[in-house]
């Protein structure tokens, strides 16, 4: 089943959706490994048309590549794998989307696409920093993410969105090193400007949401944005010159009500869209 | 077990609230039945008084006739039985208010009060058009619900609020025939001044409400209104010359929390106490 | 297992954060029993420092004196538990910091604290007025607790923000006896200034937030405060002069999506970095 | 609703249903109190007709009373007001059949029967021994009901069957003066032999299933009963001279599937079958 | 996704698996609309293997066909989209496989095998007789599908097991016209014996298994068969001449656990292992 | 807080429970790191005194170490730490017992004891025989778990019980190495016979419980053993020549009854009463 209007064939299509379903880092609640599955199925119960963007899902252009296979156990491997798929989708010319499973599967993806652009920016959506250096003693998890790209980018090219939980540590370090605008999304027109031509990796960890709407996620954190303030800023940016993209850490297990799932299907059409322009 | 506040017997009573537990047209997650019994025993939760109307329940003049016994299966028997209890409710000159449900049986109302008022007209709050002519091959259903109205009132006779979900031809065939305002509540005071006087019928699908709030329902569609704003506009509208009400799609197996049916319990308590008023 | 950062021992702490597992008054749902475990289980989902006020808990003044044992049944046996176990922290020169159980339980501690502040003034946090002078029959019950404490603490002594439920008897009582601020928490401002330098006590009814955020409690209010407008009043009244505070009616089993304790945990690491300050 | 089949009116119905909301001094996981109101509702998924026993529910002498109104904190007014009512029922020479409720509404049930029937004996079926003196301080909790009811009858009156949890003193307070079968529900045709012709209260804690078909309970113990065990033990015991009967401890909110319900409920309706052969 | 190890070409199949996802007659709880995905999806967290049968899925010569896409509301048009399709896998010499959906589905594949095998024998499975005539006025639903059988196979060729719940006049219609066994499976040896050669349809409605092990269906019934007897009788009956078989009546929303999915699945895997043999 | 009753100091206890919260390496459904937590929790809902072998808990011989700070990711840095914890627990003379956990876990403490008992024999319930030599690419995993041991202990050392489930290849693999019972625990009586002297680990993958009792796991497979038979063999093998033990598998968000977790307290206290006597 793919996600809904994306069943254009490889070859023609311009988005390459994938899942990673991948969760084997998340400390606290896992489950992020169903969201793809989750998001397909119900991604049926949308519309194709968006009365937002007054436009319907640009069918022809988007391919599901369905789910890399990922082991379970150390992420290695599995970023290892990531970072493989997106290679050879950007060696086609086209631009990956990639569905997690927890946040660390940016890794992979961003390891990919740096090599390709070296000058990548990446626009962070989240409720968390993500800027440990190593966390309960690895370096490679969800809360060292945007750390390890930043390692790979260096300074001034990450911009975060929606920041409201982390250490004192992360805090320190994002000062003249990363953009971090701290609980909502303003200042993000400036941003948008200075971003104009250079290529742009966009990841949204979807608890950058108020769990009010997105409760289904391993660590929710009250105060978040809403959803027409994520849309609007999705809409918006998503017209950059993008390369590549992610939504991730939805656990559906810890929504039984399936919102938090029908959220980011909704999400992820209006990004579709968007792109797909 | 009566809703709350609702024992005055029917020959005095001014209101009459009954329940239609009816889903079968149901695409994505049926559950409404239940909405009905769980409305009534979760009602004795609220207080009779409102601090937002200052006003207690009219008590004797609102009678609970119980839920109508529904057939399972196809639409049309149950929207018959509908339209046979609202008739006698008209003929005896009270206003039928109806707990749905999915959306489709407020079209059984609709037939009977448009025979009774002929220039009726239908202020709507929903996320969804409801317009399409077919849906699944099928006419009758809740996502032609307003369409099969609109086929009883007539162009310039429906105006609906908060719609943010329907396929293109929806939007499309909304212009010119319907006032639809989308994603929001606004200009309802307009709407309010030119309906001055004429009979009215108000249907509220409670998927209106951000799921945020209102997780418990079939088809849950972010980025929707707030209870204030919705509770606000109900006590405008409800003095107008009001001839009929419903209010649907609660699905109680959705929202194991119990919130769902506590704000639906909450908007049908101010109702009735803007309607007796 | 503390509440995070509480591993303070208790002859060099300033404040004592207990638990109060009472529910049995509970007319609706009960079960915020089981608050205090899951508050102090899933604490440790939190960080230490608080990106809203800059500043890490501080660890060495928490003292977490677990859960005091309290019998089932009528009310009275709990109460004075909680009383003479605020009495010992008080004599020590510390600062009681309540987790309940259900609302109630505020009077245990208002009983022991008014003693030694005898011109106490209490900021009520709440859906409800809770100043019912019998439920069901009963003078001591989660909806009369805050009649009790004005017994107590007599007229003027009250203020009370957030209400919108209760009868209309409520309401009526309040006026010219307590300060009562129906739906939000506008005019806490001029009230702090009244308030300078005098003891007060805050109390908390989680209910007060949207249930939208905070569908886990036993009488889920629709129309409440948003976490920002909440926490924004806590980190101001927690400067006052404040010598006894306590959180209630989190009830963990009616939010299996476990956001709802994930809130009340932040309040809580909140108001001890305010109150730590 | 009344309970399926129990329309008959008071004045010619045998037996009178009714039930017991009360479950305030649950020690565990409360919620026995809305056992009544889910029982009703989910018994109109019952036929009336029972294979087992080729025999319908024998209608006309069934009286549904609903539910006393039950204050909540500490027993002794729960118990008083069952009290009243169950004598009420007995002198128009009516049979009592209560729906709990916790296990210790059976005492103010067995304080009106035993003043009518002072050799009252109890066939009592439970995980739990009930025996203790005192629990948590307290003498009156669903944790000592059977001693207290022991207090009541005197020493051999008391006939437990499927005990397989208590403290050591209750299996020693149990020699000599109940009998006491551990486990299961071996032994039953050899009391009945001796128990004919004298009155008996029959009082069914439902946690004597196995929680694999009754996890709805606030207290589950492994190795219980099965349905088939119970079912069989019921519907023989019944033909004795029974003069009062109750089914406690279910507990809704702990078993979303409803099973455990759709058990009380066929439970009950074999037991209003016996009971009115 | 298909069901694990379904993954023939249709060509080469010999059994064609296919997805029936209509529930809109049951009468208590839907949701079975949801159990060919929630089967499909959780199929690949079983072994290919059964060390119950020591042989695996015979991948080769099972073609898993995916969903019919059928109309929600009134039953007649699913049952044609259900009726062709199986006359055309039945014309290509195979046999179909449905995954209800609602007990009702069956009627739809009954009806074009008994076309083709006029002399079609049913062995049924189930907790419910389903011999109505009418059921709340209809002659189409869940509880009227076996007599519908009935009226196309006539006497003596419906042979029913695991009944116990119905009402009076089903079990009266059975005498002389099928054979019915209550309760469990005893006799199934000798119907067996006198079914050697004839062509044979399997029906499972899985309520048949107890609700302990089964607790996801729409109207569960305590005292089932185990799943070990289920087990036993399927792997013999269907190395009978078995023409075509379904499995239905599993309800995901209602069971959160997962494991009434798990169970229908690993019956799945057997059932097709042995038919494959 | 402690497992029930577990409150003796290190020095003077024989057993020393400790949790390993680590589920990493689960394929399906993760969660059993929530186990250990939620395991002490509930233990508190059980009694001191088991009826069953007519003994309490030996509470002065009993520690409870608390949970080991296990990483997540790969499995190895979590395997060393536990093989370092029973290092110390042996070497101080005392038994380990712990709680996991996937059962993965069982690989570090088998290391640590089979170094001190070179020839450890193994006592495995389990629903699945786990002795691939790879599960999706890895060697250590949830599904490799005896067969890694078996690497340690070689040829004829380990039994296994109640195995169900599992590929081809392991089945083939158990013949003349493992000594297996499939399906149920028929032949223990000849195993313990055989191993009277000789230094036994028992280590029970709680899914060997058939999921209607405990559905709160990762792996559900229908067909399991009875809460009585796995009770009666655990405490008939405990009373060998035990040198260490493990329970694992509970995955208590699966399972919102909280059943599961009550089973598995209930099994924990039925062996360490068994190994303390």
Not at 11 to 33: K, N, W
Not at 146 to 166: A, K
Not at 205 to 232: H, I, N, Q
Request: glycine content about 10%.
């Amino acid at each position: 089943m793919n996600f809904i209007g994306c069943d254009g064939d490889y070859d023609s299509s311009r988005i390459v959706l994938f899942g990673a379903p991948y969760d084997c880092t998340s400390s606290f609640r896992p489950g992020s490994r169903f969201a793809p599955a989750a998001i397909r199925t119900d991604s049926w119960g949308l519309e194709l048309y968006s009365p937002y963007q007054n436009r319907a899902l640009p069918k022809a252009l988007l391919h599901d590549a369905g789910d890399l296979e990922l082991p379970f156990g150390g992420p290695e491997p599995a970023l290892g794998l990531i970072e493989d798929f997106c290679m050879g989708v950007l060696r086609d010319g086209k631009l990956p989307f990639m569905l997690g499973g927890e946040h660390l599967v940016t890794l992979g993806a961003v390891r990919a696409i740096v090599k390709k652009y070296s000058n990548l920016h990446i626009l962070h959506f989240d409720a968390h920093a993500d800027l440990r250096d190593k966390y309960l003693g690895q370096s490679l998890s969800h809360a060292t993410v945007m750390r390890r790209c930043f390692d790979l980018t260096g300074t001034g090219r990450i911009f975060q969105f929606g920041i409201r939980s982390g250490d004192e540590s992360e805090f320190l370090f994002s000062q003249n090193r990363t953009v971090m605008r701290r609980f909502d999304l303003m200042g993000l027109g400036a941003v948008m400007s200075s971003l104009r031509g250079v290529p742009v990796y966009v990841t949204i960890d979807l608890d950058v949401l108020d769990p009010s709407l997105f409760p289904g996620t391993g660590a929710p954190e009250a105060g978040g944005v809403s959803f027409t303030e994520l849309l609007s800023a999705l809409t918006s940016v998503l017209r950059l010159n993008v390369v590549g993209a992610d939504v991730s850490e939805l656990s559906p297990p810890y929504d039984q009500s399936g919102c938090s799932t029908a959220v980011a299907c909704k999400i992820i059409r209006e990004m579709l869209i968007a792109l797909g322009s």
